[in-house]
């Protein structure tokens, strides 16, 4: 698993992987496009060898990651926590464009649902004879759909 030396832990890809839920193949990716800075090789292996700073950074890119956060974003989030002085305006603004994001699609999530909720009511209805009730649905339903499809 992890070896030592001084004390000093160090993961492999796999490890780190597994740590942060990452898979291999996304820490190889975002090395190559520069989220991460290159990790250290190992001397006669030559893989990858993390060590807890990079694991910790990792954890915190998987939650961004998991956010939905842009490739982009993610790079300058990270980025600036290496400066010696964090720009703390940019991050907020990074962190509240990601808000904006998450909350736009939870309004499309929810209007989604309302759409889906509204359908099952209608083919209730139709089961259950109940017409007027019916075409009311089906009113409420187009004009969901027109919202629908702008969001």
């Known amino acids: 698993m992890s ?9 492999s890809i796999r490890d780190a ?12 990716y975002y090395e190559s496009i520069g989220i991460v800075n290159p ?15 990079e694991v910790d950074m ?8 998991a956010t939905g956060m842009k ?3 993610m790079k300058t ?10 720009d703390t305006y940019e991050q907020v603004a990074l962190l509240k464009a990601q808000e904006k994001r998450l909350n736009e699609e939870e309004r499309h999530i929810k209007v989604q649902q309302e759409y889906v909720a509204l359908k099952i009511d209608y ?10 009730r019916t075409n009311e649905i ?14």
Do not use: F
């Open 77 to 86: 989030y990270i980025a600036n926590l290496s400066d010696k002085q964090i």
């Open 58 to 65: 990792l954890d915190t890119i998987s939650c961004l990651n």
């Open 17 to 28: 992987s597994r740590l942060t839920g990452l898979p291999s193949s996304t820490l190889r």
């Open 123 to 132: 083919w209730k209805a139709r089961e259950s004879g109940n017409e007027e």
């Open 138 to 151: 089906a009113a409420q339903a187009r004009a969901l759909a027109k919202e629908l499809k702008k969001v």
């Open 3 to 11: 070896t030592q030396s001084h004390a000093t832990h160090t993961y």
């Open 71 to 73: 490739l982009e974003d």
């Open 39 to 53: 990790v250290q090789r190992g001397e006669t292996s030559k893989h990858r060898v993390y060590n807890q700073a």
